[in-house]
Structure formats: structure tokens, C-alpha cells
């Protein structure tokens, strides 16, 4: 009874394991996406591309919001201290 309750426990947790993991990925992907945005000089679609990412990716909605918690005023979506604490975030939790 057990051992069978164990089995079970483990087929679920298993694939929302690996959901969290890409989750993470994807976030990064798309911090990454943002730089490039940022690098080439188009801080609009930088900004469409960090809203997107937000709607569909909880991960990075999460470590978005922490990391702009304490900003007073408007943020700049391409400040590279705002991008390396994302990522932080996003790699270690908010």
C-alpha cells in the first residue's frame, strides 16, 4: 500500500518538476531576448518583449516584480543591474 502511494506521489511530481525547470529556461531565453532588444538599440520592443514574457512565464513575471519592487518611477527595461538581478532571481527564486 505504501510503496504503491509512493509510486503514484512520484508519477506526479515528476513532470510538474521538469514543468518548473522550463519555466526557468524560458525566462532566461527571453532575458535574453530582452539584451539583445536593449543591445541593439530598440528599448520599445524590449519593453513588448518583457510584457509578453511576463503574461505567459510566472517565473519571470515573479522575479520581475521583485526585482522593480523597491524602483520609485519609471523603470528602464534595459538597465543592465535590473537584467543581472532578473536573472539572479529568476535562477535562485525571488
Known amino acids: ?8 506521489l ?12 522550463n519555466d526557468k529556461k524560458e525566462a532566461l531565453d527571453g532575458l535574453e531576448k530582452i539584451k539583445e532588444a536593449c543591445a541593439g538599440n530598440e528599448k520599445d520592443l524590449a519593453k513588448k518583449l518583457a510584457e509578453d514574457l511576463r503574461a505567459k512565464n510566472k517565473v519571470f513575471d515573479k522575479a520581475f516584480d521583485a526585482a522593480i519592487d523597491d524602483k520609485r518611477g519609471a523603470v528602464n527595461i534595459c538597465s543592465p543591474l535590473l537584467h543581472s538581478e532578473v536573472a539572479l532571481r529568476i535562477e535562485h527564486g525571488s
Open 1 to 8: 500500500m505504501v510503496r504503491r502511494l509512493f509510486l503514484v
Open 10 to 21: 512520484i508519477a506526479v511530481l515528476v513532470p510538474f518538476a521538469a514543468g518548473c525547470g
